[in-house]
């Protein structure tokens, strides 16, 4: 009988499969990353998406609906107390001449330097209605539900005769559900309270407001470019007056506002001017804004973004911006026409 030694493997047949199990190793990891890299780019389109969308449809319908202060915008009567101490022109005056401005006095203090904002003025639906006509002389008004009203809210009645805007001294519950509002002029106890002696009475609106008379509520809010207290990056924010800031909108790194004027009644927009003076709002047929967003990690790409922004500059030499970063930047821009502009 023959007998054969095992032989082990050679050296050079070790390099070869240490060699092949590396270019597979190697070939694992590039399939690994490009995979990861693709899902984080896809990850941070549809949020740089989401952020678009939802910033452009809550500035279009801020724009859509300012301006409207009932349908006899021609007669509107605030009748707060403007001589009481806690009145403030922020929050207890509307802007009927321009609703929608932004004009640099009225910038708010977070807002991020170089960005634009938007201020808003005017009157939201409350779902109330007069449901019995008050005497001529009386500011009380009875509607078929509360529908939320408390005493010291600033509302407005308004029907197609005019618009009184007022603060609510005092509810007093009627038979049957309903809710008899009484105010009160110069009570003392209001802040600001109410002041109706320009209406020619000690305590009577400006108009007799009849059956079916809508109380609104009016506003003043404005939009900018924040810095959010949650996340410690820019975002969109709200401002009311007299409350906290409210961020409604992450990853909004910039926004860019500029107004479409026309100085001839019923005729298209003939001017584009991104002012932050003063605007006829006579002139004013749209707003054009543009949105910048961001999202993913800072390191999602080997070097920053170059982008045309806002999308209406003039990029021809090439784009104008920069990314501080390398995270994903997409430039969002719409236009909206003015629905309650004077034609």
Do not use: K
């Not at 639906?125 to 509607?143: D, F, K, L, M, Y």
């Not at 400006?206 to 900018?224: C, D, F, H, K, W």
């Amino acid at each position: 009988m023959t007998f054969q030694r095992q032989a082990g493997l050679s050296i050079v047949e070790l390099m070869v499969a240490l060699v092949l199990a590396t270019l597979l190793t190697v070939g694992l990891f590039q399939i690994f990353n490009s995979n990861n890299l693709s899902f984080r780019i896809t990850e941070a389109t549809a949020r740089t998406q989401e952020y678009g969308r939802i910033a452009s449809e809550i500035l279009g319908r801020e724009i859509r609906g300012a301006g409207y202060f009932g349908c006899n915008i021609e007669n509107v009567v605030n009748n707060l107390d403007d001589t009481d101490e806690a009145f403030d022109a922020d929050a207890h005056e509307f802007d009927i001449d321009a609703p929608i401005s932004s004009r640099n006095a009225d910038r708010p203090a977070g807002a991020v330097a170089g960005t634009h904002f938007i201020r808003f003025s005017g009157m939201e639906n409350n779902g109330n209605e007069i449901s019995t006509v008050g005497p001529e002389t009386s500011a009380s008004i009875e509607v078929d539900e509360r529908g939320g009203l408390q005493v010291d809210d600033i509302i407005a009645i308004s029907d197609c005769t005019g618009t009184d805007i007022f603060q609510i001294s005092n509810i007093q519950q009627g038979g049957g559900g309903g809710a008899e509002i009484t105010l009160v002029a110069n009570s003392g106890e209001d802040d600001p309270g109410n002041d109706f002696t320009d209406n020619g009475c000690t305590n009577c609106f400006s108009n007799n407001y009849g059956t079916g008379a809508q109380i609104l509520r009016p506003y003043n809010r404005t939009l900018y470019i924040g810095t959010s207290n949650v996340t410690g990056e820019r975002a969109l924010m709200r401002l009311v007056p007299n409350q906290a800031p409210v961020e409604l909108v992450e990853g909004v790194f910039d926004m860019r506002v500029r107004m479409g004027t026309s100085n001839t009644a019923n005729n298209p927009v003939n001017n584009w001017t991104e002012s932050t003076g003063a605007v006829n709002w006579n002139n004013v047929r749209a707003v054009e804004v543009s949105l910048l967003v961001r999202g993913g990690d800072n390191n999602l790409f080997d070097g920053a973004q170059s982008l045309c922004f806002p999308r209406w500059a003039d990029c021809d030499g090439g784009p104008n911006f920069e990314a501080p970063d390398n995270r994903l930047y997409r430039v969002y821009n719409f236009t909206m026409n003015v629905r309650n502009a004077s034609r």
